[in-house]
T-cell receptor, first 118, second 115 residues
Framework: DAGVIQSPRHEVTEMGQEVTLRCKPI?????LFWYRQTMMRGLELLIY????????DSGMPEDRFSAKMPNASFSTLKIQPSEPRDSAVYFC????????????????FGDGTRLSIL | QQQVKQSPQSLIVQKGGISIINCAYE??????FPWYQQFPGKGPALLIA?????SEKKEGRFTISFNKSAKQFSLHIMDSQPGDSATYFC??????????????FGTGTSLTVIP
């Protein structure tokens, strides 16, 4: 079975450029999560979607960050304009949640996009 | 505010020894406690999980001990092997609503098992 697929795996770009990260969740999963991981702050939740609808975006650091989920099999995280402090590893995760009441299901992570802003 | 507090930040264990990582939480609404293992260059992967109706869950060399009254849970790795060297994250989440729910992750523990 295919897991969560993220692209690109690595991205190096100059400050001020637009960056788009992509995620394909596991087929059938209805929740999708975007995380950012740094040494200083650990794993931070940026935003999560349920049935393609953004539920909680309180972790999005600033207006330069935006995320969309146009359909159940695709999501993007966009940074415009990018800054050096955005350098981190960005993870996408998906799960099957909210379908069975009172039943938590694990999140499955992709292998991340390592983003470097010069 | 960190919802789940994890310790230690790093741990070095001899091969064959027991690795113990601890987590604590305050929110009594949490009802699912997974542990994730992350290798360099990879995403976190579910290792083992427990619900608060049991005090212990064991899968192979990995055991979760859960103390509901103390609001603490820990991961024990028996007979630790060099291949267990990774970063481990604990997490917690509440009963999901019909719009799902988020996981609250600890800050991670870097485990090194020395041959």
């Amino acid at each position: 079975d295919a897991g969560v697929i993220q692209s690109p795996r690595h991205e190096v770009t100059e400050m001020g450029q637009e960056v788009t990260l992509r995620c394909k969740p596991i087929s059938g999963h209805n929740s999708l999560f975007w995380y950012r991981q740094t040494m200083m702050r650990g794993l931070e939740l940026l935003i999560y979607f349920n049935n393609n609808v953004p539920i909680d975006d309180s972790g999005m650091p600033e207006d330069r960050f935006s995320a969309k989920m146009p359909n159940a099999s695709f999501s993007t995280l966009k940074i415009q304009p990018s800054e050096p402090r955005d350098s981190a590893v960005y993870f996408c995760a998906s799960s099957l949640s909210g379908v069975l009441r009172h039943s938590n299901q694990p999140q499955h992570f992709g292998d991340g996009t390592r983003l470097s802003i010069l | 505010q960190q919802q789940v507090k994890q310790s230690p930040q790093s741990l070095i264990v001899q091969k064959g020894g027991i690795s113990i990582i601890n987590c604590a939480y305050e929110n009594t609404a949490f009802d699912y406690f997974p542990w994730y293992q992350q290798f360099p260059g990879k995403g976190p992967a579910l290792l083992i999980a427990i619900r608060p109706d049991v005090s212990e869950k064991k899968e192979g060399r990995f055991t979760i001990s859960f103390n509901k009254s103390a609001k603490q849970f820990s991961l024990h790795i028996m007979d630790s092997q060099p291949g267990d060297s990774a970063t481990y994250f604990c997490a917690a989440s509440m009963v999901p609503s019909n719009t799902g729910n988020q996981f609250y992750f600890g800050t991670g523990t870097s485990l090194t098992v020395i041959p």
